[in-house]
């Protein structure tokens, strides 16, 4: 049974740093695309960053580029979101989620929500002073 959980949410200030950690259990993180996502009170879901398993594939959403970072520890099974210069604009709940890679065939767009099917509970990060 796959599972994944969040951690590293929390209140910062403008201009402030989290970095979010996301452990998985009962699959081999190597096999698997990653994705962090958030959503916001009253909006869609929507991929910020999605790294594929060999780090061919990068993608970051336009509004986080320069500030974000997603990273991999697959000796760990974990993979994390470093976020920089946060705004009050990125207040959201922020959700880890993976999906077993096929080379050409899954996932297929650079980092969409219906791709990825396996999710964590999510993690609340909030900007404001």
């Known amino acids: 049974q796959v599972q994944l959980v969040e951690s590293g949410g929390g209140l910062v200030q403008p201009g402030g740093s989290l970095t979010l950690s996301c452990a998985a259990s009962g699959l081999t993180l190597d096999y698997y695309a990653i994705g962090w996502f958030r959503q916001a009170p009253g909006k869609e879901r929507e991929g910020v960053s999605c790294?594929?398993?060999?780090?061919?594939?990068?993608y970051y959403a336009d509004s986080v580029k320069g500030r974000f970072t997603i990273s991999r520890d697959n000796a760990k099974n974990t993979m994390y979101l470093q976020m920089n210069s946060l705004k009050p604009e990125d207040t959201a709940i922020y959700y880890c989620?993976?999906?077993?890679?096929?080379?050409?065939?899954?996932?297929?767009?650079?980092?969409?929500?219906?791709?990825?099917?396996?999710w964590g509970q999510g993690t609340q990060v909030t900007v404001s002073s």
């Open positions: 790294l594929s398993t060999t780090g061919d594939k990068l």
């Open positions: 989620a993976t999906v077993w890679e096929v080379p050409g065939l899954r996932p297929t767009g650079p980092c969409d929500v219906d791709e990825y099917d396996s």
